[in-house]
């Protein structure tokens, strides 16, 4: 079946524009995170939802920061007047339950975001 | 929270031979250690787990070690292969499944 998919997967802004990343989970998962990727490093979480229910968004860098998945399945980011310092890789992962198990997680190939 | 610390961060090593990369965690309370791989541009791909009630798992030429008490894990792959250059992600989790991620080590199989 299809994997999580993620769009756009490049993109370039101007430092000060907004963007919105999305993520489309494998269907039926329940859990949904966002990672952020510096280059050269591991994934750093940001974010975290069960269903449609945003449960830690204790990694969110600012107040800039905002993640929304109001219908349980498709999740998206958005990051308002970005910083050169969001540029990064930002992963998508979801998996199949909730919190109360250790589930593997599955991957998107992420949205590259350069800001200039 | 938790900090997980991977070592080395640079792993050359010839193909047919054995590679073994290290990691440690913090929180006595993580259960659940995945493997990841990924290659250049690429997703994350899990390539083995390790939940905290199994002391070894092994799938073919993969195998992962889990020492509680020493709170660290370590990756084993065995008769590399040039397709093994990568890099490769531990983790341990959070609460929540948060998974929180070492440095990463890349890996080069000389052919």
């Known amino acids: 079946g299809a994997g999580v998919s993620q769009s756009p997967r490049y993109k370039v802004a101007k430092r000060g524009q907004d963007v919105a990343l999305r993520c489309d989970p494998i269907?039926?998962?329940?859990?949904l995170f966002w990672y952020q990727q510096a280059l050269g490093q591991g994934p750093e979480f940001l974010t975290y939802f069960q269903n449609e229910a945003q449960l830690d968004k204790s990694g969110l860098p600012s107040d800039r920061f905002f993640a929304e998945r109001p219908e349980g399945s498709v999740s998206t980011l958005k990051i308002q007047r970005t910083q050169q310092e969001d540029s990064a890789v930002y992963l998508c992962?979801?998996?199949?339950?909730?919190?109360?198990?250790?589930?593997?997680?599955?991957f998107g190939p992420g949205t590259r975001l350069l800001v200039l | 929270g938790e900090n997980v610390e991977q070592h080395p961060s640079t792993l050359s090593v010839q193909e047919g031979d054995s590679a073994v990369i290290k990691c440690t965690y913090s929180d006595s309370a993580s259960n659940y250690f995945p493997w990841y791989k990924q290659e250049l541009g690429k997703r994350p791909q899990l390539i083995i787990d390790?939940?905290?009630?199994?002391g070894e798992k092994k799938d073919q030429r993969i195998a992962v070690t889990l020492n509680k008490t020493a709170k660290h894990f370590s990756l084993h792959i065995t008769e590399t292969q040039p397709e093994d250059s990568a890099v490769y992600f531990c983790a341990a989790v959070e609460y929540g499944n948060k998974l929180v991620f070492g440095a990463g080590t890349i890996l080069r199989v000389k052919s």
């Open positions: 992962a979801s998996s199949v339950t909730g919190p109360t198990t250790q589930e593997t997680q599955y």
């Open positions: 390790i939940r905290s009630n199994v």
């Open positions: 269907s039926g998962h329940v859990s």
